[in-house]
């Protein structure tokens, strides 16, 4: 609704005769100095939003081909109990976070003493895997509070330049003493350009965060999935050295 009203708003300005008004880019040198700041501070973010945007997909698509990689070739490993493969496979996928999980749940089993009842190594093991998930979800997670940060605040970035134009407006009003369209052409252009593109930056910037977090939730469940596979592993595997 506010991009048709701002989209409107040029298109009259334009017809009104104003060469200048509308999407020309001579516009940029007829805002004032406050409005000019307000679309360089959304120009910046929607370059970082973008930037977090490319490095979240690229770590997201390795984590996920490499996941695939792992999950096959570890499991011949753990099946035939060969618990320094299945590590040295989990060290050439680092870039996998079920590998980070599995590797530190392998290594808290191995430094375990054969001597540790059952349910202290199990209870050890779950613990350090708890760890591990937290600490890979946390790295998944990481810098997605400035997509929520940019697609919160841009909207209110771009009207802070709207309630800057509108004043502008008003004393088009003033100086010119007149009413017409050409004294707050200028003001109303600049209102509207800001609004649209305070909007054009946060939106994407909300769609690629419940996206990325949407990822990042599926990532979660597949640790916690693996994790109490590789406690069962452990299980079954204790058993079977003691018979």
Known sequence: MLVHLALSGLLLLQEEGQAYIGWDPRLIVKMSAVALVVV??????????IGIMIDRAITYSAARKQSRIFVQQVAGALRDGKL??????????????????????????????SQVSD????????RGLERSVA?????????LSGLATIGSTAPFVGLFGTVVGIINAFKGIAT??????????????????????????????????????????????????????LVNYFVTRRSAAKK
């Open 84 to 113: 320094d493969e299945a590590i040295s496979i989990a060290e050439r996928n680092k870039k996998s976070h079920i590998a980070k999980v599995v590797a530190t749940g392998l290594s808290e089993f191995q430094a375990a003493s």
């Open 119 to 126: 349910a202290e190594l199990i209870e050890a093991a779950k």
């Open 40 to 49: 360089a501070i959304l120009l910046l973010m929607s370059i970082w939003s």
């Open 176 to 229: 010119q003493k007149a009413t017409g369209l050409s004294a707050v052409a200028g003001g109303i252009a600049e209102a509207l350009i800001t609004t649209a593109l305070g909007l054009f930056v946060a939106i994407p910037a909300v769609w690629a965060f419940n996206y990325f977090t949407n990822k990042v939730e599926a990532f979660d469940v597949e640790m916690d999935n693996s994790s109490m596979e």
């Open 135 to 143: 600490i890979v979800h946390a790295e998944m997670k990481r810098m």
